[in-house]
């Protein structure tokens, strides 16, 4: 059972799709044909649910750099500051433009339709309605019987959601008529690959030694606070309030739960007998001028050169070899 873990991170996951596209390129295989079983949060839902509906990565950096200038529309410098005035009340961006990219890329294919392509998917939403996570998946195993008419629109939708950033979004349940809101996944699980990890062990049945995992990173920041780095308030003021905490609370939630989601899949990955060298972690540090929602040319240009110069990097490569190698044997024959 190999598995392909994607991170939330907004138009960050350009850089991570564009590193699988090189690794497509280089190994001359698909991650559709490379992978069995794809999670993602956010950006990473939308990325796993194409690779698993049978896009190639290049096809989806394309689709990428068609959504995100068109989603996070920043035409003029101020703009980002007058929306984080604009999201004291409501939504910074709308999400008509990523329904209309993800209804031409998708069509209406449904969780379903990945599953009869021999796929499994995975992708966590926040449900406002029961106030519980939710993890849409391909019915995939007995007790699993909810979620295959769900459109892959509508689920990416759903998981992307981020709090601030885009409107919440309503899903009709296809069984029973009701309507229930959602968010963001990466409020609870931005670095998915643990769901990933348990999902094959107990719905999948899978056998420790027959496990490999790769999980891709969306560019983070270095939540270090050092006094000689730090801003001028920053240094001096303890008791800090909303205007103080605002900008950097969103960071260090999600970017801490994955460090620490990360270190704990490492340990139990090789505790419960899995083959050393069969859980990889491909990071990204984030430069300075990138974020989520910052989508200009040179921010693609950016994010496309990071990842693509990952996926040329010889070391990496050796270490990708146990995830490509194997399926372009089995592709070829």
């Not at 490379?34 to 796993?48: H, M, Y």
């Not at 529309?73 to 004291?88: E, I, T």
């Not at 920053?234 to 950097?248: D, E, K, P």
């Not at 069969?278 to 990071?283: D, L």
Request: charged share 20%.
């Amino acid at each position: 059972m190999r598995i392909l873990s994607l991170d939330g991170g907004g138009y960050l996951g350009l850089a991570g799709v564009s590193f699988l596209a090189e690794l497509e390129r280089h190994f001359s295989v698909t991650c559709h044909d490379a992978f069995d079983l794809f999670c993602g949060t956010s950006t990473g839902a939308i990325i796993a649910l194409a690779l698993s509906s049978g896009m190639s990565a290049r096809e989806v950096v394309d689709l990428y750099k068609g959504f995100g200038p068109r989603v996070f529309y920043n035409p003029f410098w101020g703009c980002r500051k007058l929306r984080w005035a604009r999201g004291v009340v409501t939504s910074m961006y709308g999400n008509s433009g990523l329904r209309s990219a993800l209804s031409d890329a998708f069509g209406d294919q449904t969780l379903g339709a990945i599953h009869s392509k021999g796929k499994y998917v995975i992708v966590p939403a926040f449900c406002l309605t029961t106030g519980k996570p939710r993890i849409f998946k391909t019915d995939h195993a007995d007790g699993l019987t909810r979620h295959k008419d769900y459109r892959l629109v509508d689920v990416a939708l759903a998981s992307s959601a981020a709090p601030v950033y885009l409107p919440v979004v309503e899903l009709r349940s296809p069984i029973d008529g009701r309507v229930e809101r959602y968010c963001d996944g990466g409020v609870f699980a931005n670095h998915p690959a643990m769901l990933g990890l348990g999902e094959a062990l107990f719905h999948l049945g899978s056998k420790p030694s027959e496990l490999s995992l790769l999980s891709v990173s969306t560019p983070r920041s270095n939540l270090a606070e050092e006094a000689s780095a730090a801003g001028f308030f920053r240094r001096r003021i303890l008791r800090r309030g909303v205007c103080m905490w605002a900008g950097a609370m969103a960071g260090m939630f999600i970017d801490s739960t994955s460090e620490i989601s990360n270190e704990t899949i490492r340990r139990m990955h090789l505790s419960i007998g899995c083959e050393k060298g069969t859980f990889q972690r491909i990071a990204f540090p984030k430069p300075k001028g990138l974020d989520l929602d910052v989508a200009g040319p040179r921010a693609t240009h950016t994010l496309e050169t990071m990842g693509a110069e990952k996926g040329s990097n010889n070391e990496v490569r050796d270490l990708m070899k146990q995830f490509f190698i194997q399926n372009r044997r089995i592709a070829r024959g």
